[in-house]
């Protein structure tokens, strides 16, 4: 299967994927017109009762990235199957370039898992570790990026207006009248320095 994802400038999205026992996953990506995006990948728990997430790939910025989730891995690691494999990639570092990824990803059943180890695909270089959303609950975590980056276009927005005034021609008084009006309210929309955690 090969997926086609159009990432916006300051945005993120993923894709998911389950993983049963004696399955793997193989997955390419690559990032058109030698730009780069930043990838990870977590394994969610999808017992409804305890819900626990496992980094699988550290977030890494690439142009081309490959690799295999076996099931064996996640075994190794104690990982309870059926999991939710999740792809995020994310182009919040870039505020002016849209990334159009590929992600190609294939399943193979347990007697090719084997094969699979031993081809010259090249395998991730994973630190799993667990986080239980009870201790680290992902919606606290969106909220808090959400208020960053809201206060990042408030101040990208606030700097463009200045920039806009001063070019603004004397010959267009209501531009200029326009451009200070949108400058009055931002200036009185509040500027959030939480921390993400």
Request: hydrophobic share 30%; proline share 6%; net charge negative.
């Amino acid at each position: 299967m090969s997926l086609t994802k159009l990432v916006h400038e300051g945005e993120q999205t993923s894709h998911t994927e389950i993983l049963n026992e004696g399955e793997s996953i193989k997955w390419k990506l690559r990032v058109s017109d030698g730009y780069d995006i930043c990838i990870s990948i977590r394994a969610h728990s999808m017992n409804s009762v305890a819900k626990s997430i496992w980094t699988i790939s550290n977030p890494q910025r690439t142009k081309e990235s490959s690799g295999i989730i076996s099931y064996c891995d996640l075994q190794e690691d104690n990982i309870p199957l059926p999991v939710q494999i999740e792809f995020q990639l994310d182009n919040t570092y870039s505020w002016f370039s849209p990334k159009e990824c590929t992600l190609d990803i294939s399943r193979e059943k347990e007697n090719n898992t084997i094969a699979a180890r031993d081809s010259p695909v090249p395998r991730l270089n994973k630190s799993i570790s667990r986080s239980s959303s009870v201790s680290t609950p992902e919606s606290v975590i969106e909220r808090r990026v959400s208020e960053m980056r809201s206060s990042i276009d408030l101040l990208w927005m606030k700097h463009v207006i200045d920039e806009a005034l001063n070019r603004c021609p004397e010959q267009i008084p209501q531009l200029r009248e326009n451009l200070l009006q949108v400058k009055l309210i931002l200036d009185n929309q509040p500027i959030t320095s939480s921390p993400v955690i």
